[in-house]
């Protein structure tokens, strides 16, 4: 897997679940709000990637791209 900060070899996952290389482990991603809810949205991996989903998944549908 690859960071997702540099594209380096990643070994960890950060908080927000990113693979992250040593180097990029400490540095937080911020999760936007749901624009429904007003959540801090969630990483979702989906067919079509990594997208942020509303953590109210399925009562709330709030999605957006990376
Ligand atoms: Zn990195
Ligand atoms: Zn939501």
């Known amino acids: 897997m690859k960071c997702a900060k540099c594209g380096n070899q990643a070994s960890k996952y950060n908080k927000e679940g990113f693979p992250v290389c040593a180097r990029h482990l400490k540095i937080k991603i911020k ?24 953590p109210a998944f399925p009562m709330c549908d709030g999605l957006q791209s990376f």
């Open 31 to 54: 999760p936007p709000k749901c624009p429904n809810c007003k959540l801090e949205m969630v990483v979702r991996e989906g067919k079509f990637g990594r997208f942020w989903g509303c």
